[in-house]
C-alpha cells in the first residue's frame, strides 16, 4: 500500500536529549513537510522540502534540523534548543505544482519530554 | 504572508442536519486548496482537493466550492451523522510547494 509511515507514534525525551522522529513515503512525492500541532490548534509548518538535498524553513523552525539525502525519508531532529516540544508531530508529502499537489499524512508521533 | 482563517471553530448539530464550513485566505495567488478531517490523536485524511482553475469539488456527502478571487472555500456536509463528528482543517498550497492551514472547525454530530 502507498503511504506515509511516521515512527514511532508515542516518543519520550529527556531535557537536554536529541530525539530523531521518522518520515517515509513511498508515493513518489517530491514534496515533504513537517507540521506542529499542540492542544485545541492548527498545524504549524516546521521545515518543508521541494526536493532532495533542498529544505526551507517553515514558521517555527527554532530548536529543529532537518536532512533530505533520499526521497523518500524526511528525518526531523528535535534539538535540546527547542524549549517547549511536547506537542504533537504530523509529516505529509505532495507533488507540487499547479497541476496537482494532493497533500497526504501520516499518523503522527507524539512527543513527550519527561 | 498567507493567513488562514476557518469559521467557526466549533459547531454542534443534530444529525441529519445540512451544515457550511469556511474558509478564508488572504492571498489570493494559490495553487489549490484542500479539505481535510482530523479525529482525535489521528493524523489528516485528504477529503476533497481544488485545483486553483476550479469552482468545486464533490465527494458522496461532500460538496467544497472555491472563489479564488474573494478568497474563499465552504465545505458543504450534507444530511450530517454522528461518524462525521471531527476536526474540519482546510489548506492552501502556494508558489515554492508551502502548504498554509487554518485552525480548524471542531464539528460534533449529535444522534
Known amino acids: 500500500d502507498g503511504g506515509i509511515t511516521q515512527s514511532p507514534k508515542y516518543l519520550f525525551r529527556k531535557e537536554g536529549q536529541n530525539v530523531t522522529l521518522s518520515c517515509e513515503q513511498n508515493l513518489n512525492h517530491d514534496a515533504m513537510y513537517w507540521y506542529r500541532q499542540d492542544p485545541g490548534q492548527g498545524l504549524r509548518l516546521i521545515y518543508y522540502?521541494?526536493?532532495?538535498?533542498?529544505?526551507q524553513k517553515g514558521d517555527i523552525a527554532e530548536g529543529y534540523s532537518v536532512s533530505r539525502e533520499k526521497k523518500e525519508s524526511f528525518p526531523l531532529t528535535v534539538t535540546s534548543a527547542q524549549k517547549n516540544p511536547t506537542a504533537f508531530y504530523l509529516c505529509?508529502?505532495?507533488?507540487?505544482?499547479?497541476?496537482?499537489?494532493?497533500?497526504?499524512f501520516g499518523q503522527g508521533t507524539r512527543l513527550t519530554v519527561v | 504572508k498567507q493567513e488562514v482563517t476557518q469559521i467557526p471553530a466549533a459547531l454542534s448539530v443534530p444529525e441529519g442536519e445540512n451544515l457550511v464550513l469556511n474558509c478564508s485566505f488572504t492571498d489570493s495567488a494559490i495553487y489549490n486548496l484542500q479539505w481535510f478531517r482530523q479525529d482525535p490523536g489521528k493524523g489528516l485524511t485528504s477529503l476533497l482537493l481544488i485545483q486553483s482553475s476550479q469552482r468545486e469539488q464533490t465527494s458522496g456527502r461532500l460538496n467544497a466550492s472555491l472563489d479564488k478571487s474573494s478568497g474563499r472555500s465552504t465545505l458543504y456536509i450534507a444530511a450530517s451523522q454522528p461518524g462525521d463528528s471531527a476536526t474540519y482543517l482546510c489548506?492552501?498550497?502556494?508558489?515554492?510547494?508551502?502548504?498554509?492551514f487554518g485552525e480548524g472547525t471542531q464539528l460534533t454530530v449529535n444522534p
Open positions: 489548506a492552501v498550497q502556494t508558489s515554492g510547494s508551502r502548504l498554509t
Open positions: 522540502s521541494q526536493i532532495v538535498n533542498d529544505f
Open positions: 505529509a508529502s505532495s507533488r507540487p505544482g499547479r497541476s496537482t499537489g494532493e497533500a497526504f
